[in-house]
């Protein structure tokens, strides 16, 4: 059974950092592309970050790019978002995600396997 489980979220002032980490079991993903979306109330679910297990190319929203970095730990079969001078428009719940074609894709629907959510709050 495949298993994303998302961990590291929680409460961070305006300018703080926070690292979320996405922990995957059921199957090997080394020729995936692990995702990171994002949510918050009203809205879209959108895209944040994505990298390639096999590689490491990755692939940043312009609104994160420069503070947000994604990375993977093969060891570890968990990849990273590790989020610096974090914003209150940064709150949502992020969700981690694994995507089959081998592509740094940017819509959710190219994503095959979802986590349940972290939640992530920046209070100004």
């Known amino acids: 059974q495949v298993q994303l489980v998302e961990s590291g979220g929680g409460l961070v002032q305006a300018g703080g950092s926070l690292r979320l980490s996405c922990a995957t079991s059921?199957?090997?993903?080394?020729?995936?592309?692990m995702g990171w979306f994002r949510q918050a109330p009203g809205k879209e679910r959108e895209f944040v970050a994505a990298?390639?297990?096999?590689?490491?190319?990755?692939n940043y929203a312009g609104s994160v790019k420069g503070r947000f970095t994604i990375s993977r730990d093969s060891a570890k079969n968990t990849v990273y978002l590790q989020m610096n001078s974090l914003k209150p428009e940064d709150t949502a719940v992020y969700y981690c995600?694994?995507?089959?074609?081998?592509?740094?894709?940017?819509?959710?629907?190219?994503?095959?396997?979802w986590g349940q959510g972290t939640q992530v709050t920046v209070s100004s």
């Open positions: 059921g199957r090997a993903f080394s020729s995936y592309v």
């Open positions: 995600a694994a995507e089959s074609s081998g592509y740094l894709a940017t819509t959710r629907h190219a994503y095959d396997y």
């Open positions: 990298i390639r297990w096999s590689g490491g190319s990755t």
